[in-house]
């Protein structure tokens, strides 16, 4: 019987497209892998203004993710820009509507991983990664990071780390992603595939 094909769910929030660059980058990994898909989604901005309403469909980039997609996937990828090193509050929003999806195990023995970026070098990349994994291990997910087997974790003077993969943007996001970055995003998308279709297929 065969196996229906791995789908990986990355979903992030980008304010001004650095964190959208690292997502794009980590699907371009999944995808490296034979057989797995990667599916882009995002989420709508928290308004200050009780009345204002996203739109049905985001102006650009990926569409707005639903909890059908949680239920789909066969492993998570979860980016955020730094917000006083903490996920960002849209990011934030989504996933404290998941209760339902955590009482019903949706997520449980799932892969996981997390990403990040931030206007300043030292900004908050590792404890924002840390605080988007928390709610991923309430979920019973399997939370993975970068390992030192990747040399551009001691070599990058930019983003990255071994908790998962990061942009330096710099204050303006004027900063293009660096060589080390990219390759680092592209590995932990590829981990994250290779581990989702191996435990599928063990299943």
Request: hydrophobic share 40%; proline share 6%; glycine share 10%.
């Amino acid at each position: 019987m065969n196996q229906p094909t791995p789908t990986i769910l990355v979903l992030y929030y980008s304010r001004h497209g650095a964190t959208r660059k690292l997502a794009e980058l980590i699907a371009q990994g999944i995808e490296s892998v034979p057989g797995v898909d990667a599916r882009l989604r995002t989420v709508p901005a928290v308004s200050t203004v009780a009345e204002s309403t996203a739109p049905d469909i985001p102006a650009s980039g990926a569409p707005y993710v639903e909890l059908a997609d949680l239920a789909e996937c066969a492993g998570l990828a979860l980016g955020s820009p730094t917000r006083f090193g903490n996920m960002a509050a849209a990011l934030k929003y989504f996933l404290d509507g998941t209760a339902a999806e955590w009482l019903a195990g949706t997520l449980s023995g799932k892969p996981a991983v997390v990403f990040t970026s931030t206007g300043s070098l030292h900004g908050g990349q590792e404890s924002t990664l840390l605080s988007m994994m928390i709610p991923l291990l309430h979920h019973g997910m399997m939370v993975m990071g970068l390992p030192y087997t990747h040399p551009e974790l001691m070599t990058t003077s930019s983003g990255g780390s071994p908790y998962g993969a990061t942009h330096w943007s710099g204050i303006d996001g004027d900063k293009a992603v660096t060589d080390d970055e990219k390759r680092l995003a592209i590995a932990l998308g590829r981990r994250l595939a290779l581990t989702a279709a191996t435990l599928q297929g063990a299943r």
